[in-house]
Every structure is written in structure tokens, then in C-alpha cells.
């Protein structure tokens, strides 16, 4: 389960509707509301700096936030909605679902390689490309893992490493539908060069062949 969900900070706004919501902007803040969970809606204000340093590192609306407003108690939550100035596209209001621990929701999650140090194909001198440094899967919000484990200490050059090759922790799957590429593991360029001097020698030998029995 992972410990690193991202704190985020907020305080209450004082008062609703557009006049608390345009005070809010004037004070530099960007207002939002929290609804979901069983709960009443809260009303809380944004550092406008900080929310725009989060939209600015992407994936804001598929991470899950660990929401600190102080009177409160913590909660985690996963934004569902920011709306934009529609001239200067700048950050306007935001919203903020409840989840409860079996809620189910869609994040990125990082994916983790190992034992690179006795990988068949690496000793070899192969190359590991990572195609899908992250995999989005839907899982709950009381079991979010850190990571999801690539094992490459069997792979060899040419291996390929693709979704359903990797254990999943329970209840996790991924979103898209398809047996997609995580990863590779990719001759050498040394390699490459040999095996295409290789070929390109095999087919003059062929064409000298070729070319000597038609003489005959």
C-alpha cells in the first residue's frame, strides 16, 4: 500500500456563492468545494501558487491527494473538475470528490525494475528501453501500491515484457484493454552491426552463386 500520497493543503471559506468566491481570487487563492463521501459539501480556498505548481507537474486529475484543511479531519480525495478562465486559461474553481477506503479509482502508477545486475540480457550487453514508466490502474483507494514489480533477472536480448507478464496486487487493473508493452530489452548496437555484416555478407555470397552458375 503506499505511503507517499501527496499532502494538500487548504483552509474553509467563509461564505458561499460568487461574491466569497471572487473575494477568495482577490486574496490570491482559487476556491473549491469538496462533496462526496456522506459527508456535507466544504467550501475551502487554494493557494493559487501552489494549485498551479501541481496542474503544472500533470496528472492532477488522476492523483490522489491526502486533503489537510485545518478544523478538518484528514481526508483523501481525487479532483474532479478544474475550471478555467476561458481568455487566460488560468485555474478558476476547483472540485474535490471524498473517497472512502473501498472507493475505486484510476491512477498512475510507477512501475519498478529489478535485478538489472544479473539480467541474462543486460550482462550481454542489451539495452533496457522502459516504454511505460507509469501504468494506470484502477484500484481501490484503501490498497494503492507504491509500485508494480518487473523482474528482469530471466529476460534476455529480444525479451519483451508486456502487461499481463506482470503481478498485479489484488483488486488492481489496468484501464486499458489490451495486452500493451511495458518494456524491452534490445541487442546492442555492436550487436546489430555484426548480425547486419552478417546479412549483407550471406547475400553477396548468394549473389556470387547466383551469378557463377549463370555463367556456366
Same mark, same amino acid.
Given at each position: 500500500? =503506499? ?32 462533496? +462526496? !463521501? !456522506? ?5 475551502? /480556498?487554494?493557494?493559487?501558487? %501552489?494549485?498551479? %505548481? ?8 488522476? #492523483? *490522489? ?5 485545518? !478544523? ?17 486559461? *488560468? ?14 479509482? &484510476? *491512477? ?8 538489472? @545486475?544479473?539480467? %541474462?540480457? *543486460?550482462?550481454?550487453? +542489451? ?10 490502474? /484502477?484500484?481501490?483507494? !484503501? ?10 533477472? @530471466? ?6 515484457? /508486456? ?11 489496468? #484501464? ?6 511495458? =518494456? /524491452?530489452?534490445?541487442?546492442? &548496437? &555492436?550487436?546489430?552491426?555484426? @548480425?547486419?555484416?552478417?546479412? @549483407?555478407? &550471406? ?14
Amino acid at each position: 500500500m =503506499a505511503g507517499s500520497i501527496p499532502d494538500f493543503h487548504a483552509s474553509v471559506r467563509t461564505g458561499t456563492g460568487k461574491g466569497a468566491a471572487r473575494q477568495a481570487r482577490r486574496d490570491g487563492d482559487v476556491p473549491g468545494i469538496v462533496y +462526496g !463521501g !456522506g459527508q456535507d459539501p466544504l467550501p475551502i /480556498n487554494i493557494p493559487y501558487n %501552489k494549485l498551479y %505548481k501541481q496542474l503544472k507537474e500533470g496528472r492532477f486529475l488522476s #492523483t *490522489l491527494f491526502n486533503l489537510k484543511v485545518e !478544523g478538518q479531519e484528514d481526508v483523501r480525495v481525487i479532483c474532479r473538475g478544474v475550471q478555467r478562465h476561458v481568455v487566460k486559461d *488560468l485555474p478558476t474553481h476547483v472540485d474535490f470528490m471524498r473517497l472512502k477506503r473501498t472507493s475505486r479509482v &484510476s *491512477l498512475f502508477i510507477p512501475v519498478e525494475f529489478i535485478n538489472e @545486475d544479473t539480467s %541474462k540480457g *543486460l550482462k550481454r550487453g +542489451g539495452v533496457l528501453t522502459v516504454v511505460r514508466p507509469e501504468v494506470e490502474l /484502477n484500484v481501490t483507494a !484503501g490498497e494503492i501500491p507504491e509500485s508494480i514489480t518487473v523482474d528482469l533477472a @530471466d529476460l534476455d536480448v529480444g525479451d519483451v515484457v /508486456n502487461i499481463s507478464d506482470v503481478t498485479l496486487p489484488e483488486g488492481a487493473k489496468p #484501464t486499458i484493454d489490451r495486452d500493451f508493452v511495458i =518494456a /524491452n530489452i534490445s541487442a546492442p &548496437s &555492436s550487436l546489430k552491426s555484426a @548480425d547486419d555484416g552478417e546479412s @549483407d555478407d &550471406s547475400e553477396a555470397a548468394e549473389g556470387e552463386a547466383a551469378a557463377e552458375g549463370g555463367e556456366e
